[in-house]
């Protein structure tokens, strides 16, 4: 796409035409000189760091006019946390992206590192008419026109103020808690529509023949009442909005406030599709979602992920931390125990939720903390293979008897294994294993009630008594919080309130607890269970928590596997599509490969069970 441009550019001068090629929005970037029948614009939303995908981007994008991007691109998966977000700008660098916005998740490396990317790294402009300063001067232009074969289009950019619960709050705050930056937020989204329509005016002023909303805004009810469709008919002058954050996928027509046609499109996420809008030469213009599986990628954009890749192989085994204990899953037999037991590493995880997120209490269930650190150096590998999921965490708030209910679910197969068993952080608790479990699964083993006596009691949270009436906050991920993971269907989005919504993923989370919390190193006081579940067996003896083990030496590192020819691996206990890749190609980073081939089977990449069968293609 690049070369299109700057071809395009050089006839145009060969032929003496005047070209304006500025950044600023009320200056105009030339695309092309040569009439055209129609415009072709491209645009991605929420790819959340699926960065393996954008060579068929890059493929599309050489037949189109115009790539653009509606926020969220540079958080979501291991590359994003380890390189800040640079790894991704640097790939939409070489695509050619014309402009983009932020999405939530672009701040959540902190504001400082965020303009940084923004402003000198990236070679495409970002714009934002609400994403203000403290004077209420927008920190980005508000629009961005296009000339495009003599056609001028102007891109709006608007960003949801959900980012301030959906990032994290200090991150717009100056040292004393006063917040800095702002999204037009206020006056029940009438501050957000007057931001949007001045910005049509002006881009309109400035000559657009067409003007396109490019928003991380969504469809969703609680984003009301921000959300697109809000937007738009509350606005007029949209000939088209490219749509982000809620992760749907549609390609519609809505009406403005003026009752006119605006096309409308949303791709989903993870790049499974490329949004297409089509501006015909007699003004028609259509939306439509491009599945990705059906495209070629573009050998060359193939060969430079490729050494994005590398780098960031390199950069997992740089160490980051250290520990002068051995941080485990197992117990003193050396079996795994996370999911039935207290662990020392299942107390760090969820004490790194608790204390990164403010909560009275944290839940991290068993099934998501995955592998073993030895004492020594923590390289950024060591963390990831721990939480591989790319989880998203989230603060909300819940009752007493939400907590207890969810306990007792997460101990309902005691002695037996379980990955809803909860490590947790902030209370204390006892589990009565001669007590029958009494818990109430539907057909979907979906927690319905409690249905006789609790096997969980004496439940402290802060050293106080559970109240089963009082409100607590609640640290956890996403897919328990939200989407009822492991069965937990006392949370969910409807259950719960959300305070704090996805910001930041499961490993980040670790890393800044150890990192900045612990002051980059993990002491002795982890050196064994804290005591924090008492569990009561057959003989009327509590179990108590093992002593403490020697540490141990560094293990020393595994030489990768060769990779893999294709064929089949049937999951093992333990495994996940991150540890599978690791095996059978040597590196984690290849888990998408595997997810891609089985997407018949495998809905959720954090989702596999025992003995399922899975295709891996060759290396």
């Keep these: ?66 790539l653009v991007d509606a ?17 991704i700008v640097d790939i939409m660098n070489e695509i050619g992206y014309d402009v983009a916005i932020p999405g939530n ?15 000198e790294k990236a070679e495409y402009p970002y714009i934002s008419a609400n994403f203000v300063d403290e004077t209420g001067k927008p920190v980005f232009d508000a629009y961005k026109l296009f000339d495009v074969d003599g056609t001028k289009v102007a891109f709006v950019g608007l960003c949801t103020p959900e980012t301030f619960t959906k990032s994290t709050p200090t991150y717009f705050q100056d040292g004393n808690g006063n917040y800095i930056y702002g999204f037009c937020e206020g006056g029940n989204g009438q501050k957000l529509y007057a931001a949007a329509q001045k910005a049509i005016d ?15 805004l969504g469809i969703d009810g609680e984003s009301s009442p921000w959300t697109s469709k809000e937007v738009i008919a509350n606005t007029t002058g949209f000939d088209a909005f490219i ?41 028609t213009i259509t939306c439509e979602n491009i599945d990705l599986a059906n495209v070629t990628a573009d050998a060359d954009t193939t060969a430079y992920i490729a050494t994005v890749t590398e780098k960031f192989d390199a ?28 662990t020392n590493l299942g107390d760090l995880c969820a004490d790194a939720y608790r204390v ?23 390289t950024y590998g060591d963390i990831v293979s721990v939480h591989p999921f790319g989880n998203e965490a ?15 679910l997460g101990a309902s197969a005691y002695p037996g294994e379980s990955g809803g068993f909860l490590q947790v952080s902030g209370l204390t608790y006892t589990i009565d294993s001669t007590i029958p479990s009494s818990v109430v699964r539907d057909e979907k083993n979906m927690f319905v009630k409690v249905d006789g006596a609790y096997r969980v009691s004496d439940i402290q949270v802060g050293g106080q008594p559970l109240d089963v009436n009082k409100t607590y906050t609640l640290a956890s991920h996403n897919y328990m919080l939200k989407s009822q993971g492991d069965g937990y269907a006392m949370f969910g989005t409807d259950n719960v309130e959300i305070v704090k919504d996805c910001v930041m993923i499961d490993n980040q989370v670790l890393i800044n607890y150890i990192v900045n919390e612990l002051d980059g190193t993990v002491g002795k006081e982890y050196a064994a269970p804290e005591g924090r579940i008492t569990i009561v067996t057959a003989s009327a003896e509590p179990e108590q928590p093992a002593e403490p083990e020697k540490p141990v030496e560094p293990a020393k590192p595994v030489e990768p596997e060769k990779p893999a020819e294709s064929g089949i691996y049937t999951v093992a206990a333990g495994d996940c599509l991150w540890s599978i890749a690791q095996k059978t190609y040597g590196t984690g980073t290849k888990w998408g490969v595997i997810y891609e081939a089985n997407k018949a089977t495998v809905k959720d990449p954090g989702m596999i069970y025992i003995g399922q069968v899975l295709t891996i293609p060759s290396a």
């Excluded at 304006?20 to 790819?47: C, F």
């Excluded at 998740?105 to 940084?116: G, I, R, S, T």
């Excluded at 406030?257 to 996420?269: M, P, R, S």
């Excluded at 931390?321 to 050396?334: P, Q």
């Design 71 to 87: 926020g969220d691109a540079i958080q979501g998966g291991v590359i994003g946390t380890l390189s800040k977000g640079e790894y």
């Design 202 to 216: 002006a881009a309109e002023a400035a000559g657009a023949d067409y003007v396109i909303g490019l928003g991380h």
């Design 356 to 378: 990164m997120l403010g909560a009275d209490v944290a839940f991290v269930n068993g099934g998501g903390v995955r592998a073993n650190i030895a004492a020594g150096d923590i």
């Design 243 to 283: 749509d982000g954050h809620s992760h749907s996928t549609f390609a519609e027509t809505v009406k403005d406030k003026a009752g006119n046609d605006v096309a409308f499109a949303q791709t989903g996420t993870k790049l499974a599709n490329v949004g297409k809008i089509t501006i015909k030469a007699d003004g």
């Design 1 to 66: 796409m690049k070369s299109k441009k700057l071809l395009s550019l050089l006839l145009a001068l060969a032929m003496m035409f005047s070209l304006a090629v500025t950044a600023s929005a009320e200056e105009t970037m030339v695309i092309s000189s040569a009439p055209a029948d129609e415009i072709v614009i491209l645009h991605t939303n929420d790819v959340h760091c699926n960065y393996e995908a954008y060579d068929k981007v890059a493929a599309l994008a050489k037949e189109a006019d115009l």
């Design 105 to 119: 998740h672009e701040f959540d490396y902190d504001m400082d590192q965020f303009l940084k990317l923004a402003k």
């Design 394 to 408: 989230c603060l909300v708030k819940v009752t007493g008897q939400q907590i207890k209910d969810a306990l007792e």
């Design 315 to 342: 950069l997992q085994k740089q160490v980051v931390a250290k520990t002068e204990v051995e941080l485990t899953i197992n117990g003193a037999d050396g079996k795994r125990a996370v999911r039935s037991a207290e």
